[in-house]
C-alpha cells in the first residue's frame, strides 16, 4: 500500500504506526515526569536554552536560559506548558517564533508522525480536538495529512527585550529511561544572536 500511494519513509512509518496502534489500544501515554538527573543536565546547559519534550510537545522541564527566552511557565500567557499550544493560540506579534507560516506547518507534521503511535489516545485525541478548536490554523494543518521526523533546524525567535531577532539552531537528543521525549537545546546559529542571549541573561542575573 505504501508503495502504490508512493510514500516517503516518515510517510511509511506514519502509515505502519496507525496500521499497528488499530491494534493495541490502551498505549501507554508519554511520560510526563524528568528525574533530578535529567533536569541537572539542561541546568547544566545554561546559558544555552534547553527543555524537555514529549512528542506532543508538552514542556516537561526547562533551564533558566529556556525559561528567559519562551516565558515558561507561564508559556507567553496561555497558562499550558505545551510549545504548540502557545504558538498557536498566541497573538501573532506575541508569538516568539519569527517566520510562524515556515516552522509550525514543520512542528504539526512532526506531531502527527508521532500521533501515529497514539491514535485511540484519550489525551492524544482531546489534544488535537481542542486544539483544533482553538486554532482555525492548526486544524488547517492537521488536516493535511503531513508528516516529518524532527531534526535539527535554525530557527528565528523574538524576545520583547531583545534589540534584534535571535537565530538559534535547535538539536533533538534521545532520553533514555523516558520513552518519546527528547532534550532540546538551543546554541546561537551567529555571533549577533549569541550577543543577544548573553544580553537577556544579563538582564535576568541583574
Avoid at 31 to 57: C, H, K, M, S
Avoid at 86 to 102: Q, S
Avoid at 183 to 199: C, F, K, L, R
Wanted: negative net charge; glycine residues 6%; aromatic residues 8%.
Amino acid at each position: 500500500m505504501a508503495r502504490t500511494l508512493r510514500l516517503d519513509a516518515p510517510e511509511h512509518e506514519h502509515l505502519y504506526h496507525l496500521a499497528v496502534a488499530a491494534y493495541a489500544p490502551g498505549r501507554q501515554t508519554d511520560a510526563i515526569e524528568v528525574g533530578p538527573e535529567i533536569q541537572g543536565i539542561i541546568d547544566a546547559l545554561d546559558p544555552r536554552p534547553a527543555a524537555v519534550y514529549n512528542t506532543r510537545y508538552d514542556v516537561l522541564a526547562t533551564n533558566p536560559a529556556y525559561r528567559n527566552l519562551f516565558g515558561v511557565p507561564e508559556m507567553a500567557g496561555t497558562g499550558i506548558r505545551n510549545v504548540l499550544w502557545t504558538l498557536f493560540t498566541v497573538a501573532e506579534e506575541a508569538c516568539p517564533v519569527v517566520h510562524r507560516t515556515r516552522e509550525l506547518p514543520i512542528m504539526v507534521a512532526t506531531l502527527r508522525g508521532a500521533y501515529g503511535r497514539h491514535t485511540g489516545e484519550p489525551a492524544w485525541e482531546s489534544f488535537v480536538e481542542q486544539l483544533s478548536a482553538a486554532s482555525p490554523y492548526f486544524a488547517e494543518l492537521w488536516r493535511s495529512g503531513d508528516v516529518a521526523p524532527p531534526g535539527p533546524r535554525v530557527k528565528t525567535f523574538r524576545h520583547w527585550a531583545a534589540t534584534d531577532e535571535i537565530r538559534m539552531t535547535s538539536v533533538s537528543l534521545s532520553v533514555n529511561g523516558l520513552p518519546e521525549c527528547r532534550i532540546v537545546a538551543y546554541t546561537p546559529a551567529d555571533e549577533e544572536s549569541g550577543e543577544q542571549v548573553a544580553a537577556l541573561r544579563r538582564r535576568r542575573e541583574a
